[in-house]
C-alpha cells in the first residue's frame, strides 16, 4: 500500500473552497517555524547526538501514542515503558516497533496518524504504508537514517526551518543545555520557558523540598514570603537572560486571586507545613498568578495559563509507570469568576500580556472569547493538546473568530517533545486555517486579499507578536 | 478596494446547495421585518430629528465594537465615551470615524463586519471598503446622508420595512415617546416591553428608591408584597395599552421558585431592607418570575428569559464608564432544575407563552430543546448576542432543530439599539435559515416545497405568532 | 404529494464526497443488523400475533413523537394515552391517526420523519406523503398489512435481517417470553439484558418491597448485603442462561463508588429502612456498579451506564399519565471524576467490559473520548436518545474520533420500543457513518480501502464483539 501525503489533504472536497485553501496556503506553507510552547529536549540540540532508535525517538515519548495502545489492551511493558519498581519489560527496539506497526490502524482518523505518516514521508521519504509487512524495513530505514549528519537534532532544526523554539523548564534548572547551545556558537534559536509550578504549586510532591533547592540556587530565604518572591524574581530574571520570553502555568482550574499580604502569607506558611486543605492549595496557586502578573509588569514575560487537566487519573498506573504516560484528562473549567482577581487587577494594563487555553471547548464561545474579545491584556492561546487536530481545530475558529476575531488569536503552538512531528504539526494547523479562510472567502465574507493576510499572520506574525520574539 | 456585497454571500460554495439556498432565499428576502425585541430608542421615532453624525450613530453606542476596540487597547476615551467623572475624551467625531477605520480590520471574520459594510452598501450606497484612506470621504458622505429627510428615523423604518419593531422600557418609564408616536399619527408601529429588572432585582441599583417611584406613579403602597403586586399589574396593563405584547427578564440565572405567600411576603421584606444573602435575591428574583407568569395568565403578555449573563465584569471600566459598554460576558448557565418549579406550576396551560434564551450554547440540545420540544408553553429563543452570527445560528439550528423541530422556535430577535444595522441582521439569518435548509433539500431530508414553508415560517409568521404580532 | 426515499438521502451533497459515501454505503448496506440495547417488547415474538392497529403500534409507544405533539398543544388524552385516574381519553385509534397525519408537519428536521418515512416506504410500500388528506388511506392500508402473516413479529423479525437483537428486564422478570421463543424452536435470535435499576436505586418506587420479590425469586436473604449480593449474582446468571450478554443502568449520574464494606452494608441498612439522603443514596447507587463490575469479572456481562437523565421533569403529567411520555430531559453529566472510583479499581483489567453513554455532548471530546482513548475497559457508547440523529451522530463521530479512534466505539445501538423503525434508524446510523468516513477520505485523511474497512467494522463488528455476540 502506497504511503501517499496528498498535496490537498485536509482541504475541503468542494472545488470552489479547496481552490482558495490551495492558493492560501501555497503563500505561507514555506514560512518559518515559530514554535514558542513546547517540550522538547534542549539537551538534544547541545549535545547534537544521534537520536537513539526509532522507537525511543518516535514511540516510547508520545503520550498521545501510548493512550491509544493501553486503551485497546496494550501494556505499557510491552512498549518498553520503564516500570518504576525495575520489572520485566521489552528492551527490543524492533520488537516495539513491530507492535506498533500491527496497531497502527487503531489510529485511524486521528491527528497522530496525520503527524506520523508526514514524518514517515517527508522526514524519512518512506513511499509505503506502515503495517505489520513493512515493518521490519521501516525500522531499519528510520535507524539507519539516524545514523547520519541530516539527521542530527541541529540538521533536523534547520531543514525544518524553525526560526525559534521555546523549551520548558523549571525554576530549579540551571539551564545549561540553553548554555550549551548559546556557547557553542550554533544559530539555531532555542529559549526556555519559565514553568514554576513545582515551586508555585502545594498540592506539588516535593513542594518543601524545592522551596529549600530554590533558596540554594537563589540565596534567597524561602521560608519567608517576601524570600520566596524575591527567589521567584531572581529565577525569572535569570530565564529572561537565557532568552524566556514566557511562563507557563499547568493548574487544575483557572482560579486567581488578589488577596492581601497578610493572607497571602497566611497560606504561604500553611503551605510550608503541608497544612492547606485543598481550597486553601487553590486559592494559594490563584495568588500566586498573580504574584507572576505582577512580576511580569516588570520583567515583561508574557503569561499563560493552561488549566483543566486531571493529572495521573489512572492511579495504578501512575504508581507503575509515573507521570505523562496517558492518563492525564480534561475537566469542566470555568473562566469567567475564576480570572476575575487577576484581570481586575491588571486586565487593562497595557504591560500584561496573559494567553489563556482550554481544554474545555465549551469555553470557547462561551467564556474566553468574550474574555479576550474585551481585556486588553488577553488572548486566546491555540486548540490545545486533545483538541490539536483538525476538527478541534475548526471548533476553535468556528467557535472563537465571531466574537474574538483573529486578532485576539496567537498562532499555533506545537506544545509537544515529539520533535519530529513538528513540521507536521505546524503544517495541520497551517492547512486548517487555510480550510477555514477559504471558506469565509467562498461565502463571501471576506475577500481573498484579506484571507491571504490573515493567513500569513496566524501563521508567523501573531505568535511572534504575541510572545515578543 | 471595492466594497461587494456579493448577492450569494453567507450561501454555501456547494453549487447544488447554494442555487437551493438561493431559490429560498429569493422567496422570503423582502418579507417584512418583524422585530419583537430591540432596544432602539423610541424619541427617534417620536420626534424623528436628524441623527447626530456618524460616529454618534454607529460606534458609540455600540457595545460589540467598543470591546473589541478596547480588546486591541485602544481607550474607551479615544472613542468619546463619556467618563463619569467629567475627564477629557476625544469629542471630534472625524478623529474618531478615523482610528476606527484605521482598525476596521480587526473585525474580519465578525458578524460587527458584515453588518457595518451592509449598512455602508445598502444604506449609504458607498461602494469602496472602508479603510484609513477611505475614512473621510465616507464621514463625509454619512454625514451629509444624515441631513436629508431620506435618512430621517421615520424614513429609514419605512424604507427597512419594518412591520413592527419593539423598543424595551422599564416600569418607570412613562413611555411619553411612545404617546408621542401614536399622537402624531405616523403609522410606524413601535411598540414597547416592559422590563421589570429595576423593580424586581433586589440587587439592582436603586431598587428600594425604584419602588418609591413605582409607588409614586401607580398609588400603591410598594412597601407590601400585595401593594408591590399590584402596582407591577397595573404597569404591565398600562405598558399592553402602549402596545407591549411582551416582557423580558434579564436575571443571572434561570432560577424560578414557587414559594408560599408567607415566603415570598419574608423575602420582599428582606429586599426593602437591604438584607438578603445572594441566594436569597436568587429566590426572590426567581418567585418574581413565577408571579409575572401567574399575571400573564390574565393579560397574555409573552414572557422572555434572558439568563446567563455576568454583567460589568471589569470593574475599572465599569467606576468609569457605567454599564453597556462591552464587559458583559456569559457563564454556564442552567435550566433543567432552574426552570422546574415554573413550569411544574405553568408549563402545561395553554395561556402561559415563555420564550428563554441563552448565552450558553451548551444547553441547545442538552436542555433548551428537549424542554421546548415538551412543554406546550415553553419555545426556545433565537442564537442570542455572542451568537447572532452566522457560525452561532448555523450551531443553533444544528442543535435545536432534531429536538425541538423548527415550530418550537420563534423566528430572529435583532436585540439592537444600532437602528442601521436591523436590516442587515435580519438579512444575515435569513440567509443562515436558507443556508441550514437548503443543506436539508440538498440531502433529501425535506423537500424544497416544505423548506420553502419553513423559511417563511422562520422569517415573518413564527415570530408574530409567538409575540402575538 | 409523492413519499421519496431518495438513494442520496444524509449522503453530502458535494459530488465527490457523495460519490464516495455511496461506495461506502452499497458495500454495508445490506449488512445483518445488530442490535444489542433495546427495548422491544419479547411477547411480540413469543407470541408472534399480529400487532393491534397503526396507531397503537406505530404512535402510542413512540415518547419521542408524543412529546413533540404535546409540545404544540396536543393533549395526551387525544392520543389516547391511558390516564391513571382512568378518566376519559380518545379510543378511536383511526381519529388518533388523523390528528398525528394533521400535526405532521412538526416533524420536519426530526429523526422521527425520517424513521417514519422510512417505514411507511419501505415497510408498508407507501409511496405518498403522509398528510391529512392521505390519513385516512394510509391508516386503512397498514391496518390490513398487519393482518397479513409477512407483518407478523417473526416474519418482520426475519425481513429486517436482524441477527439477533437484545431487550431489557428487570432481575423481577422471569423471562418467560425468552423462554417461549427459545421453546418455540423459532431461530430469531431475541436475547435479555439485565436491568437492576428497580432493585438497586434505593430511589425508585418500590425499592424495598422489589427486594423481598427478589428475595422470593432467588431463595436468599435480601436483607442482609450478602444476600442481596448473592441473589443478585444469582438472578445476572440466570440472565446469562437466557442470553443476555450485558447489564444496563440508567443512573442519574454517573457516580462509582469504591467503599468498604462496612459502609456498603451501613448504606444498605439505611435503604431498607428509607432512610438514605440523596446524596447516599447516590453513593449507594454508585457502589452498587463496581459490586456489578466486579460480579462481571466472573460471568462475564458487558457493562453499560447510561446516565444524566432527569425523569419525569413534568410532575402532573407524571401523576395523570405515568413514565416514559415524553418528560425525561438531558442534565449535565461529569464523568471525569464520577468514574474514578471504579476505573482505578477495574480500568485496567482486562475481564471488565463497560460501556458509557451520554446525553452531554459537552462530555465527548471533553471526557468520554479521552476516558476510553486511556482506559483498557471501557469504550464509549453510540450517540443517543436526543442525539440518535444525523447531526448527532456527525457531531459524536467529529468529537470522538480524534481522540478515541473508531475502534474505542461498539457500534450503533437503536435502543427502541418501536420495533418497525430498527432496520431505519440503523440505516441512518450507517449513511451518517459513510457520511463521515466519505468525508475523511475526500481530504486525504485515510484511504477508501480503509474506510471501507471501518465502515464495515462500524456497521457490524465492533457491536459484536464489544457485546460478545
Wanted: hydrophobic content about 35%.
Amino acid at each position: 500500500m502506497k504511503l501517499v501525503m496528498h498535496p490537498d489533504r485536509l482541504f475541503p472536497a468542494d472545488t470552489t473552497t479547496r481552490d482558495i485553501a490551495r492558493r492560501l496556503y501555497g503563500q505561507i506553507k514555506d514560512l518559518p517555524i515559530i514554535s514558542p510552547h513546547g517540550h522538547t529536549d534542549p539537551s538534544w540540540f547541545a549535545e547534537n547526538k544521534p537520536f537513539e532508535n526509532p522507537s525511543a525517538l518516535l514511540l516510547q515519548p508520545d503520550h498521545y501514542l501510548l493512550r491509544m495502545l493501553y486503551s485497546q489492551g496494550i501494556p505499557l511493558e510491552a512498549m518498553g515503558i520503564r516500570r518504576r519498581d525495575g520489572g520485566d519489560v521489552e528492551s527490543d527496539p524492533k520488537k516495539i516497533w513491530q507492535l506498533f506497526a500491527e496497531h497502527y490502524y487503531l489510529f485511524r482518523g486521528t491527528p497522530t496518524r496525520m503527524w506520523l505518516d508526514h514524518v514517515f514521508s517527508e522526514v524519512f521519504n518512506l513511499d509505503e504504508a506502515l503495517t505489520a509487512d513493512t515493518a521490519e524495513s521501516y525500522y531499519e530505514h528510520i535507524n539507519s537514517c539516524l545514523q547520519q549528519p541530516e539527521f542530527l537534532p541541529r540538521a533536523l532544526f534547520e531543514r525544518f526551518n524553525i526560526e525559534v523554539i521555546a523549551t520548558t523548564e523549571s525554576p530549579l534548572d540551571d539551564l545549561r543545555h540553553h548554555q550549551a547551545i548559546k556557547d557553542s556558537g550554533w544559530q539555531g534559536r532555542v529559549i526556555t520557558a519559565f514553568r514554576p509550578d513545582p515551586v508555585m504549586d502545594p498540592e506539588h510532591d516535593g513542594f518543601v523540598s524545592n522551596l529549600k533547592q530554590l533558596a540554594n540556587i537563589t540565596g534567597e530565604d524561602t521560608q519567608t514570603f517576601s524570600g520566596y518572591l524575591a527567589a521567584l524574581k531572581k529565577r525569572r530574571e535569570f530565564f529572561k537572560s537565557m532568552g524566556a520570553t514566557s511562563t507557563d502555568h499547568g493548574h487544575p482550574t483557572a482560579v486567581t486571586a488578589d488577596l492581601t499580604r497578610a493572607e497571602s502569607e497566611q497560606l504561604f506558611a500553611g503551605a510550608l507545613k503541608g497544612e492547606l486543605t485543598p481550597q486553601q492549595a487553590e486559592l494559594f496557586r490563584g495568588q500566586m498568578l498573580t504574584e507572576m502578573a505582577l512580576m511580569s509588569l516588570d520583567d515583561g514575560l508574557i503569561m499563560q495559563i493552561h488549566p483543566g487537566c486531571h493529572r495521573n487519573h489512572n492511579q495504578s498506573l501512575f504508581e507503575n509507570f509515573g507521570r505523562d504516560k496517558g492518563a492525564d484528562l480534561p475537566v469542566a473549567t470555568e473562566y469567567i469568576s475564576a480570572l476575575k482577581p487577576l484581570l481586575n487587577k491588571l486586565g487593562n494594563d497595557p504591560r500584561f500580556n496573559l494567553i489563556v487555553f482550554t481544554l474545555d471547548e465549551t469555553a470557547y464561545s462561551r467564556e474566553l472569547a468574550p474574555l479576550a474579545g474585551h481585556y486588553p491584556a488577553m488572548k486566546v492561546g491555540p486548540a490545545w493538546w486533545f483538541h490539536d487536530s483538525p476538527e478541534g481545530m475548526r471548533r476553535y475558529r468556528e467557535q472563537i473568530t465571531e466574537t474574538a476575531g483573529f486578532y485576539n488569536t496567537v498562532g499555533f503552538n506545537d506544545d509537544t517533545r515529539a520533535f519530529l512531528s513538528i513540521p507536521a504539526r505546524h503544517d495541520v494547523a497551517r492547512r486548517m486555517d487555510c480550510t477555514f479562510l477559504a471558506q469565509l472567502v467562498a461565502e463571501h465574507r471576506i475577500t481573498e486579499e484579506e484571507a491571504a493576510e490573515i493567513a500569513y499572520d496566524l501563521t508567523y506574525r501573531l505568535a511572534k507578536q504575541a510572545y515578543k520574539l
